[in-house]
């Protein structure tokens, strides 16, 4: 007997529906999978059968063939067990085959029937939601549900093990559909660090306002201890809250890899903050080292990731970030397809400027020739450090200002300046897709919107004279300088808004 069902399997970020047709016949037990299934997919025969048995139904014992079309795509996971188990139950006249066609399935299942969480139920939602004459309703793990909930249209059914599935096939609404109140979600975001914590460096939170305001990539020099790390984990809460369309696409990408919001409502509201140690490999930063999925780059999309110590990461992990910082996107072709992931985040780096990190340091003498100076510092290619737009110092703390009774400004009011100087380029950009800040601009729009002063013209030449910068660091220049003119509330950009930028690019040319 021939029985059909629906799941879904996933292919990065996105997700494509599987019908499994499941095939039972007279002749000696055994299971045939076809439809090009990993091995993790294969193995699922030996778990469903546990699963039916410690289930209370009879596993049949028949030649079984399972096949999971399209039959060109590669399938892997566990996410089709409760599909498949579900299946041979109605091709062996245990449940009413009918009762399926309404449903969509995922899970995998343990022996005794639990069913286990998945990865990708969001993308999953969201392609049944885009699928047209697909049914809305989705059983899937309860620790999913939230998840597929996200998604209006669908109709997400958590279930607890196998035998809560076969009762919801019976009384359909024994389970109501998880809904999440998503206004609610997005509302209340705290962060656990506050700029308010952090004594001195004025000039150093004042730089990473200007990065903040305009999404401009940012690398820190100091000696140790000086507060580079404490700087950064700071840095997402002045960056303005994500819109609805932002969490989602975070969620989606986290959502594919298993890792599922640990709130209620299933919703990643954060902006992220990834800070890799610099024994990553450069598949694991870019994303996939058999099958493309999301690398730390992707899972930062919309967010920070900071690099502590750059000079330490390998040199072709560092030049893994090239193409995003300029394309906003990655791609990335393993042996089994090539897949194109978001990756629109803001860089933030920090290092010392030699291997003992004293070398700037006016207190602390420098045990480092000038040989290992510039090889430490030649690990960071050009190509790269073009592509940070601000460079800052951050220099030792002084003691006076360790005990300062004074209250230094809190994350809330910085963040009030970011947002709107972040209101000013939305309106700016709006009906421009994809760009949605200073940094993103491309020459074209660079033209267009950072309009300077003959005076700032006059500045910036011989800046560029004097310190040779790059045609690339000339445009970073014009993104900071229209991003610090925006803070200031100026149309135009003035010549103290270029003298600041520059400032801002000029600590590279005396280390490197």
Do not use: W
Not at 20 to 38: M, W
Not at 302 to 319: I, Q, T
């Amino acid at each position: 007997m021939l029985s059909k069902i629906l799941s879904y399997g996933l292919s990065g970020i996105e997700a494509y529906a599987v019908e499994i047709e499941v095939d039972l016949k007279p002749g000696l037990p055994s299971v045939n999978f076809v439809g090009l299934p990993d091995q993790a997919t294969k193995e699922s025969k030996d778990r469903i059968k546990c699963a039916i048995n410690n289930s209370g139904f009879q596993y049949p014992c028949d030649r079984i063939t399972v096949n999971l079309a399209p039959a060109d795509i590669p399938k892997s996971g566990p996410v089709f067990d409760l599909a498949i188990a579900l299946g041979i139950l109605a091709s062996s006249s245990q449940i009413n085959k009918e009762c399926l066609k309404d449903f969509a399935f995922l899970g995998e299942l343990s022996l005794d029937g639990t069913i286990r969480p998945i990865k990708g139920a969001l993308p999953i939602a969201m392609a049944m939601r885009d699928k047209k004459n697909s049914s809305p309703k989705l059983i899937l793990p309860e620790a999913n549900a939230p998840e597929a909930g996200l998604i209006e249209e669908i109709q997400a059914l958590g279930v607890k093990n196998l035998k809560e599935v076969i009762h919801l096939l019976s009384e359909q609404d024994a389970i109501t559909p998880t809904k999440i109140n998503i206004k609610e979600a997005m509302q209340n975001i705290a962060y656990p660090f506050d700029f308010q914590e952090v004594k001195g460096q004025n000039l150093s939170k004042r730089a990473l306002e200007v990065a903040a305001a305009g999404s401009h990539n940012v690398i820190m020099i100091g000696p140790p201890g000086s507060g580079k790390t404490m700087l950064a984990k700071r840095i997402p809460s002045i960056i303005p809250d994500m819109t609805l369309e932002e969490a989602i696409e975070i969620t989606r990408i986290h959502s594919s890899l298993g890792v599922a919001a640990q709130t209620a409502s299933g919703l990643l509201t954060k902006r992220p903050f990834l800070a890799p140690h610099h024994s990553i490999s450069d598949a694991a930063m870019a994303g996939g080292s058999r099958i493309p999925q999301p690398g730390e780059i992707s899972l930062a999309h919309n967010g920070v990731l900071f690099l502590d110590e750059l000079p330490e990461f390998k040199r072709n992990v560092l030049e893994a970030l090239r193409q995003p910082l300029e394309e906003g996107r990655i791609r990335i072709s393993r042996i089994h397809k090539s897949l194109s992931f978001p990756a629109k985040f803001m860089l933030v780096a920090a290092m010392n400027p030699c291997p003992c990190g004293y070398y700037t340091d006016p207190r602390k003498q420098c045990r480092c020739n000038t040989t290992k100076i510039e090889r430490y510092l030649s690990k960071i290619s050009g190509p790269l450090l073009d592509r940070i737009d601000i460079h800052i110092e951050v220099p030792a703390i002084k003691y006076k200002e360790l005990v300062s009774q004074d209250n230094p400004e809190s994350s809330a009011l910085i963040k009030e300046r970011v947002k709107k100087a972040r209101n000013i380029q939305l309106k700016r950009f709006s009906g421009l897709e994809g760009i949605f800040a200073n940094s993103h601009m491309n020459h074209k729009q660079i033209k267009k919107y950072c309009v300077i002063t003959p005076e700032a013209q006059d500045l910036l030449k011989a800046a560029i004279e004097e310190l040779g910068f790059s045609a690339r660091a000339y445009d970073k220049i014009l993104k900071v300088s229209r991003t610090i003119a925006d803070l200031d509330g100026s149309e135009d950009i003035q010549a103290e808004h270029v003298s600041e930028a520059i400032q801002y690019r000029s600590l590279d040319r005396q280390l490197f």
